[in-house]
């Protein structure tokens, strides 16, 4: 039988993995995270502690605070595009279509250009609900000051945030127009949901190849994925439910080879985001437990 430490660490695991994956866009950081949280956990005297998932937030939120600034400097050194590490969710997150929009790839990435402290506030606030005294405690800030931070990151995400939650069906419509194309080499049907400013990401790492840049406009990102239709069709595509909404999965013998993700605007595709980096590819053979 687990011990009391243990069983609250396991109870409240879910939150705190989904706490540390939004402040970081990373599963492998996140998991680095929870080993440091669990450390300090299993010192602490429970007696003292008023509010254990209160207590196990703030520590997950100031040890991932302290990994976000040193992933900063890692993204300096990236070779071509980063994106967050994709993550196949269980059918409940896309049903709360808060976190699902929370932890959707557009999303990360627009949470990308705040802060690492606006980053962090606005998670905690908009997203698990925390009270403005007990964020001040997990980002070592005054109250007030969390205030202005929650403001500033809530006005930074409003501009740059998807506008209207795309709905799963719209976004599998995409997909399978995307699908299409692949299978009959008729692009017609993809353009017809492309934006005329969508932009195209692709994340290789520096380990296999992709994008080095992000491509704009849809003459420009259809041309890319017209050159890239005949590798396509060497292995197989099917939708699955990545980041708590609909995803194109590529194998190739066997083996996950892309992700390719989508951010939808006005029911037309003005993202597309292609992770092939092998290293953010891992979780994919298996289900992430996300709560709020």
């Known amino acids: ?19 540390a994956y939004q ?20 010192g602490v ?38 994106l967050p590490e994709p993550l196949l969710t269980t059918p409940d997150v896309a049903e709360d279509v808060e ?34 005294g007990e964020i001040a405690e997990a980002v070592g800030k005054t109250p007030p000051a969390v205030r202005q931070l929650a403001h500033r990151a809530r006005s930074h995400v409003a501009a740059r945030r998807p506008r209207g939650t795309a709905s799963p069906s719209a976004a599998r ?14 692009l017609q049907a993809l353009l017809d949901v492309l934006a005329p400013d969508v932009v195209f990401l692709g994340d290789g790492g520096g380990v296999v190849q992709a994008l080095p840049q992000p491509v704009t406009g849809a003459a420009e ?8 239709l005949a590798t396509l069709a060497t292995g197989s595509l099917h939708v699955a439910d990545v980041n708590g909404h609909p995803a194109l999965l ?11 993700a989508v ?16 290293e953010k590819l891992s979780r994919l053979e298996r289900e992430t437990t996300l709560r709020r």
């Not at 011990?3 to 609250?8: C, G, H, K, L, N």
């Not at 196990?56 to 300096?76: D, I, N």
């Not at 990102?221 to 017209?226: D, G, I, P």
């Open 1 to 19: 039988m687990a011990d009391p430490a243990t069983e609250a660490f396991l109870a409240h695991r879910p939150l705190l993995f989904t706490v």
């Open 23 to 42: 402040l970081l866009g990373s599963a492998t950081d996140a998991e680095d995270v929870l080993q440091e949280t669990w450390l300090r956990w299993a």
């Open 45 to 82: 005297d429970l007696a003292a502690v008023r509010d254990q998932r209160a207590y196990l937030v703030r520590v997950t939120t100031s040890q991932a605070l302290m990994r976000l600034r040193a992933l900063g400097r890692r993204k300096e050194s990236y070779v071509g595009p980063w």
């Open 99 to 132: 976190l699902a929009d929370s932890v959707s790839m557009a999303m990360l990435l627009v949470l990308e250009t705040l802060t690492p402290a606006e980053r962090a506030v606005f998670v905690l606030r908009e997203v698990f609900d925390l009270g403005y």
């Open 173 to 186: 419509d995409a997909l399978e127009a995307f699908r299409h194309a692949v299978e009959t080499g008729d």
């Open 221 to 228: 990102v259809a041309h890319v994925l017209t050159a890239g």
């Open 250 to 260: 590529f194998r190739r013998d066997g083996e996950i080879d892309t992700v390719l």
């Open 263 to 278: 951010r939808l605007d006005d029911g037309l595709v003005t993202g597309l985001y292609a992770v092939r980096n092998p």
